[in-house]
């Protein structure tokens, strides 16, 4: 009984390519995209401010819930997120630009609006 194995295995590449041993290149004449690839140690840059238009602004009121600001008023800019005993408390903040001078500051608790803040920054 031949218990030594005839193949070898060879991970990371699709069926039927095999690694040259020179240069990181597959049998098929392609680079090999994990050698050439190389790690990036930089954060990726911030997201652009949108801020809040006063128009979408007006239109969010207590008691809202969470998908319906999203929807409204979309992706904030910043978000923090609070535990106290049972509830969630979550504050989401809409950052002033040059057409807009304004910071809002939306407090969510237990998934609705609880508080709507605006202060002019400008």
Same mark, same amino acid.
């Given at each position: 009984m031949n218990t030594d194995p005839g193949g070898t295995i060879e991970g990371g590449r699709s069926y039927g390519q095999k690694a040259d041993p020179a240069g990181g290149r597959t049998a098929g004449g392609a680079q090999n995209p994990q050698a050439a690839a190389v790690p990036s140690v930089l954060p990726p840059p911030p997201a652009a401010v949108r801020g809040m238009d006063f128009d979408t602004y007006i239109r969010l009121q207590g008691g809202m819930t969470e998908g319906e600001l999203l929807l409204r008023a979309g992706r904030p800019d910043h978000e923090s997120l609070d535990s106290f005993r049972r509830d969630i408390v979550k504050t989401f +903040? +809409?950052?002033?630009?040059?057409a807009n001078p304004y910071t809002t500051v939306v407090t969510l608790n237990g998934g609705r609006i609880y508080t709507i803040d605006r202060i002019k920054k400008f």
């Open positions: +903040y +809409y950052f002033p630009t040059s």
